[in-house]
């Protein structure tokens, strides 16, 4: 069974930091194309960040130079490096890996930046 668990979301003030971490089991991301995904309220999903199974990255224009994704193979893990948070990043974030018709989800989570 394929499990993608994210964790590391919650509350920060602008300027602030988070890192949101990606657990898989019963697939191996490295060989996945992997990606974070974000919903605000009212609006539809985006895709914030990917990065191929070679390692190539791309981002969102309103979070290059902010945010960072990586991954640990040792751990199997997908990260994202959330720097210099704006309120307008406030959403649920949720991974993702695909591998040709192989597509799966984690369940999210919440990222809120307020003062």
């Known amino acids: 069974q394929v499990q993608l668990v994210e964790s590391g979301g919650g509350l920060v003030q602008p300027g602030g930091s988070l890192r949101l971490s990606c657990a898989a089991s019963g697939i191996a991301i490295s060989t996945y194309r992997t990606g974070w995904y974000r919903q605000a309220p009212g609006k539809q999903r985006e895709l914030v960040a990917a990065m191929t199974s070679g390692g190539t990255t791309n981002y969102v224009d309103s979070v290059k130079g902010r945010f960072t994704i990586s991954r640990d193979f040792a751990k199997n893990t997908l990260y994202l490096q959330m720097n210099n948070l704006r309120p307008e990043d406030t959403a649920v974030y949720y991974c993702?890996?695909?591998?040709?018709?192989?597509?799966?989800w984690g369940q999210g989570t919440q990222v809120t930046v307020s003062s």
């Open positions: 993702n890996a695909v591998l040709y018709w192989r597509d799966y």
